[in-house]
């Protein structure tokens, strides 16, 4: 694709748009959303009222103006980009903590099922979080296989199905309908880590029959680094699951002070500590953009510009290693190459901000909200010309990582 064709595609596309409403730094391509989206230009408004007004001028008095609610309010937002109810999403803590209350909250439902199952090389906090907790689980075990074992590791002690939806390196999506269906049929619940797809690709947690979903802020929503992250347990089972870390914020009468603890009904029971109410701000600016735009253009986008950076890796001999079919990944492509660190190094030089992972991985996110097609043309030139050179490119890389 020439950049006059690339530039005919962009006039026509209809979240073209939403460019503007980030705050993108002139000659960067940003592929890298996937891993941190970028600032939209209202988020530093809505801090600045966060500080000034709320905080400054209204002091404490605005945990009755809207802070308290939050979790709750965002939380609802977010259940519209998933697929959920609005009462069966909570927004709170990392991914990672809201993993560890799930895991061990399904491994104390059935004594009788003792075992979490999970793919090898899943998302590594995803396999940290789980080993931790089934130590806090007596009798509980960590079951590691392959891609292609799951469906035979699933059996009657199975307490959990752990699945990222969107693998992280080779953007492989699992069907989750089809999933959930099968662990259903073994009796097991199955947790969706969705980091790596909500606000990418089309998700329906309730279409699916899901029971359980966590996921980050930062990637696809652009809520800032570090956002808080959300849980979704669906409505047939917030009577039965409990928060295993048991803060104020999850009681019933949190400002009746009780020294007992006395879950609270619903969503809200998964809370822990108070809400950052900065961090938070910052995430309802994110969602509340993402809301803005048409999902199934979203969808259709993502595929267009994932063929084209696949034509360009395929002309210049990289190896493409992310599905072909547009309902089995997510919204980013990965190529092996064996100086793909040096290669993410040459690029980012050059003004093209990709990632690399370990050990041989070129890693590009195409988030469709703000990239253009003529980004991935530039970004393609540039990367051509970078591997006609390669003779420079260093044979090894440090730990010492600049994208992470």
């Given at each position: 694709?020439?950049?006059?064709?690339?530039?005919?595609?962009?006039?026509?596309?209809?979240?073209?748009?939403?460019?503007?409403?980030?705050?993108?730094?002139?000659?960067?391509?940003?592929?890298?959303?996937?891993?941190?989206?970028?600032?939209?230009?209202?988020?530093?408004?809505?801090?600045?009222?966060?500080?000034?007004?709320?905080?400054?001028?209204?002091?404490?008095?605005?945990?009755?103006?809207?802070?308290?609610?939050?979790?709750?309010?965002?939380?609802?937002?977010?259940?519209?980009?998933?697929?959920?109810?609005?009462?069966?999403?909570?927004?709170?803590?990392?991914?990672?903590?809201?993993?560890?209350?799930?895991?061990?909250?399904?491994?104390?439902?059935?004594?009788?099922?003792?075992?979490?199952?999970?793919?090898?090389?899943?998302?590594?906090?995803?396999?940290?979080?789980?080993?931790?907790?089934?130590?806090?689980?007596?009798?509980?075990?960590?079951?590691?296989?392959?891609?292609?074992?799951?469906?035979?590791?699933?059996?009657?002690?199975?307490?959990?199905?752990?699945?990222?939806?969107?693998?992280?390196?080779?953007?492989?999506?699992?069907?989750?309908?089809?999933?959930?269906?099968?662990?259903?049929?073994?009796?097991?619940?199955?947790?969706?880590?969705?980091?790596?797809?909500?606000?990418?690709?089309?998700?329906?947690?309730?279409?699916?029959?899901?029971?359980?979903?966590?996921?980050?802020?930062?990637?696809?929503?652009?809520?800032?680094?570090?956002?808080?992250?959300?849980?979704?347990?669906?409505?047939?089972?917030?009577?039965?699951?409990?928060?295993?870390?048991?803060?104020?914020?999850?009681?019933?009468?949190?400002?009746?002070?009780?020294?007992?603890?006395?879950?609270?009904?619903?969503m809200a029971r998964w809370l822990a500590g108070t809400p950052p109410m900065l961090a938070m701000a910052a995430l309802e600016s994110g969602v509340d953009l993402m809301l803005e735009a048409?999902?199934?253009?979203?969808?259709?986008?993502?595929?267009?510009?994932?063929?084209?950076?696949?034509?360009?890796?395929?002309?210049?001999?990289?190896?493409?290693?992310?599905?072909?079919?547009?309902?089995?990944?997510?919204?980013?492509?990965?190529?092996?190459?064996?100086?793909?660190?040096?290669?993410?190094?040459a690029l980012i030089a050059e003004g093209v901000i990709g990632d690399f992972r370990d050990p041989d991985i070129l890693r590009f996110g195409l988030t469709p909200l703000y990239l253009g097609?003529?980004?991935?043309?530039?970004?393609?030139?540039?990367?051509?010309?970078?591997?006609?050179?390669?003779?420079?490119?260093?044979?090894?890389?440090?730990?010492?990582?600049?994208?992470?």
């Open positions: 694709m020439t950049r006059d064709e690339a530039r005919a595609l962009d006039a026509a596309d209809p979240l073209r748009h939403f460019r503007g409403k980030f705050a993108l730094p002139e000659g960067v391509v940003y592929l890298d959303g996937n891993s941190l989206g970028p600032l939209p230009r209202e988020t530093a408004p809505k801090l600045g009222d966060m500080v000034d007004r709320q905080w400054g001028e209204r002091l404490i008095r605005s945990w009755n103006e809207g802070w308290i609610e939050a979790p709750q309010r965002i939380g609802g937002k977010i259940a519209r980009l998933i697929g959920a109810q609005r009462d069966e999403v909570i927004v709170t803590d990392s991914t990672s903590v809201n993993l560890f209350k799930l895991i061990v909250a399904a491994l104390r439902l059935d004594s009788s099922r003792t075992t979490i199952v999970t793919e090898a090389g899943n998302f590594p906090t995803d396999l940290h979080v789980a080993e931790g907790a089934v130590g806090c689980v007596p009798g509980a075990t960590l079951k590691l296989v392959s891609r292609d074992q799951i469906a035979e590791a699933i059996d009657e002690t199975t307490a959990l199905l752990l699945l990222t939806h969107v693998h992280y390196k080779s953007a492989e999506r699992f069907d989750m309908a089809a999933w959930t269906a099968r662990a259903h049929a073994r009796g097991a619940l199955v947790l969706w880590d969705l980091s790596h797809s909500a606000g990418a690709v089309p998700i329906d947690l309730n279409g699916a029959a899901a029971d359980l979903a966590v996921g980050c802020g930062y990637k696809y929503l652009n809520g800032g680094p570090g956002a808080p992250a959300y849980l979704y347990v669906a409505a047939r089972l917030q009577k039965r699951l409990a928060n295993p870390v048991s803060g104020w914020m999850g009681h019933a009468a949190p400002f009746a002070f009780a020294d007992a603890y006395a879950p609270a009904p619903g048409n999902p199934v253009a979203i969808a259709t986008k993502s595929a267009v510009l994932f063929d084209l950076m696949r034509s360009i890796g395929d002309t210049l001999g990289l190896d493409c290693i992310s599905p072909g079919d547009p309902m089995m990944r997510g919204s980013h492509i990965s190529f092996r190459h064996p100086h793909a660190y040096a290669l993410c190094q097609y003529e980004d991935v043309v530039i970004a393609g030139e540039k990367l051509a010309a970078i591997l006609a050179g390669q003779r420079h490119l260093a044979p090894t890389f440090s730990k010492r990582y600049a994208v992470t």
